[in-house]
């Protein structure tokens, strides 16, 4: 079994920051992919940032400049660096990776249960 636990959610101002954790944690054999969604109220999940194991990085074209994606493959961990918060940042932001387990013949994509970040005006 597999869980992916995230930390650093909260409420901020419009122009700070937030850095964003998500930890891998239990039968981890490897990870491939792994990234940021973000829902908002009303609005489907979204991409907002992935890094693959090879470290390249794609962002959403709205996060782009302010958002930062990195990972630590030793600590199993994928980080999100959120500046210059906007409040239509405002979503709950969950963490996916592609992982391999020990028992597994084939990888799955795994979800966090998502972290709520809200940015006031």
């Known amino acids: 079994q597999v869980q992916l636990v995230e930390s650093g959610g909260g409420l901020v101002q419009a122009g700070g920051s937030l850095r964003l954790s998500c930890a891998a944690s239990g039968s981890v054999s490897s990870i491939n992919d792994m990234g940021w969604y973000r829902q908002a109220p009303g609005k489907q999940r979204e991409l907002v940032a992935v890094?693959?194991?090879?470290?390249?990085?794609n962002y959403a074209d709205s996060v782009k400049g302010r958002f930062t994606i990195s990972r630590d493959n030793a600590k199993n961990t994928v980080y999100l660096q959120m500046n210059s918060l906007k409040p239509d940042d405002t979503a709950v932001y969950y963490c996916?990776?592609?992982?391999?387990?020990?028992?597994?013949?084939?990888?799955?994509?795994?979800w966090g249960k998502g972290t709520q970040v809200t940015v006031s005006s």
């Open positions: 890094v693959t194991s090879g470290g390249t990085t």
């Open positions: 996916n990776a592609f992982i391999k387990t020990w028992a597994q013949h084939y990888g799955m994509g795994y």
